[in-house]
């Protein structure tokens, strides 16, 4: 309650909102430096609207927390945190057009390479300063980057671009770390990509190299090298549920967003009563429902039409009928003395009771990454100590 209190006079004006706990942000950050050996750099990504914590909002956060690095997707983010004030280095983990390479030398700003027409682009492109760049290597995911085999054209070109090229990173990405079971295609990723190294070093390049993402910070610490690249982890959440019933007892990840909105209208419905869109749902009894002026526009899945739950006062009130595009109805009829402007929770805690991401995902039918990253990017994010 004491934290509501403080965005009692913003929380006024809206009608939903994102709660991000600074507290939880700390908590996570600290336990992941806790694992890592001396030396070993900190990327938080915050792509994806920093997983729908939001980006603008998220990274000067992560900044005065102290991590090293910031990974985003894009250039366009990128420079709007350099614009905000953002001072460290930054690692756009997507495509760039060719067109926005200058912008990148510009801000201070390194870039992904992962192709031959990306790399051919930056070698023609002359530009005053040098452009960072990490190269990508494709060593199992088969998404972005170069083959292992090709890395010794990649280094030909490099070696002759070195006047506005700097090969500041080398990197690879993971496909089945998430599983604490199966770990032997990762360790030939491993190996693939240590060879590639030992090209590079020949060659007379001493790169930053990382690996891990957050799967492999617990599953494989043999792989953290220079850096590492945590994004699900420092939102306080587990990248798979497999790793969650297998770590949760002896790491302690605290998810730091919860979502709110509000009851912004009563009624009260005889039994046999339609509900919502096409009346997909009629009443089994006398009912008070309420309005909550939220829907799938914002985030919350069409899927949970009759199926999701919310808190109201600690209580569980289920989705009655199709969750349309603004808004959504749900049963009051258990919760005593709900009126209109109590607050709604969609994700988190209420009282002794909690609607997790991960239930709500799961009721849902689509990953919480999905869930997460589809929470509208314009619902106000309030961060709190």
């Known amino acids: 309650m004491r934290k509501r209190a403080a965005i009692k006079i913003e929380k006024n004006t809206l009608r939903t909102w994102i709660e991000v706990d600074k507290k939880a942000l ?12 001396p030396g070993c750099r900190l990327m938080a990504v915050a792509k994806s609207n920093a997983y729908g914590h939001g980006l603008y909002d998220n990274a000067p956060v992560m900044e005065r927390l102290g991590v090293d ?38 801000h201070d700003i390194s870039l992904t ?28 995911l088969h998404r972005q980057g170069f083959f292992p085999d090709e890395v010794p054209r990649v280094i030909r070109i490099l070696k002759n671009s070195q006047d506005h090229l700097q090969a500041e990173g080398v990197y690879t990405h993971f496909a089945k770390a998430k599983d604490p079971q199966d770990r032997a295609y990762t ?14 070093q020949k060659a007379g390049f001493a790169p930053l190299r990382h690996v891990c993402a957050t799967a492999g ?3 494989h610490p043999e792989a953290f090298f220079d850096m590492v690249r945590i994004g699900i982890g420092l939102m306080g959440l587990w990248p798979s549920l497999e790793m969650k019933a297998a770590l949760e007892k002896t790491y302690c990840l605290k998810p730091a967003l919860s979502w709110r909105t509000i009851v912004s ?10 509900v919502s869109y096409e009346l997909t749902e009629m009443l089994r009894r006398d009912s008070k429902v309420g309005v909550c002026p939220i829907g799938y526009w914002h985030g919350f899945p069409k899927s949970l039409s009759s199926a999701g739950e919310v808190l109201i006062h600690g209580r569980r009130a289920k989705v009655l009928g199709l969750v349309t595009m603004d808004m959504i109805v749900v049963d009051l009829t258990d919760i005593p003395r709900v009126s209109v402007g109590d607050v709604v929770t969609l994700i988190g805690r209420d009282g002794r009771d909690e609607v997790t991401a991960y239930e709500m995902a799961r009721k849902a039918d689509v990953s919480y990454y999905e869930l997460l990253t589809r929470l509208n990017p314009l619902i106000q994010k309030y961060y709190l100590d």
């Open 26 to 37: 700390e908590h996570n950050c600290r336990l992941f430096r806790s694992l890592l050996p």
């Open 69 to 106: 690095w910031l990974g985003v997707d894009s250039i366009v983010e990128a420079v709007t945190l350099r614009e905000i004030g953002i001072k460290k280095p930054i690692l756009v983990l997507g495509y760039t057009l060719p067109a926005r390479f200058r912008e990148a030398a510009k």
């Open 113 to 140: 390479v992962s192709s031959f027409e990306c790399l051919r682009a930056l070698q023609n492109l002359r530009n005053r300063g040098k452009i960072k760049i990490h190269l990508k290597i494709d060593t199992g």
């Open 217 to 219: 910070i617990f599953n």
């Open 187 to 200: 360790l030939g990723q491993i190996e693939k990509f240590q060879t590639v190294l030992v090209a590079f």
């Open 265 to 274: 209208e009563i009624k009260r419905l005889p039994k046999g009563s339609g």
